[in-house]
């Protein structure tokens, strides 16, 4: 089994979006068809700071990572929010998962930025094993107005 971490290019659309459904489904989570069409745009736009890698075993898209760089009023250099990390079930269990925070972790820091955060659900179990073994939990609560 050959596994490459690297960015999807924009010609990969087709392999993303099973991947990014599955994600929305996951949370059960719906978006407007131009939600989709305009964060993909995103991706690809080199002024824009979000960005995505993808996990890719024996050359198949099987995973994804979608995270945004950010201002901070504690920093100099900026932050990564990881937003979106999802991998195929029939990948599950090969350490996907994991090789992608890295890869973040990794372009994060050649990029300066200074930290890497993110947010799952407290009930979300499975995640939240792997999560405790490569980062630390900030004992922070995430409060929300939708507007």
Known sequence: MAVEIRSVGPDERAAWEPLWAGYLAFYKATLAPEVSDVTWARFHDPAEPMHLLGAYVDGKLTGIVQFIYHRSCWTVGNYCYLQDLFVADSARGLGLGRKLIEAVYARAKAD???????????????????????????GFMQYRKIL
């Open 112 to 138: 300066g930025c200074s930290r890497v955060h993110w947010l799952t659900q407290t009930g979300n179990a499975t995640a939240r094993l792997l999560y405790d073994r490569i980062a630390e939990d900030s």
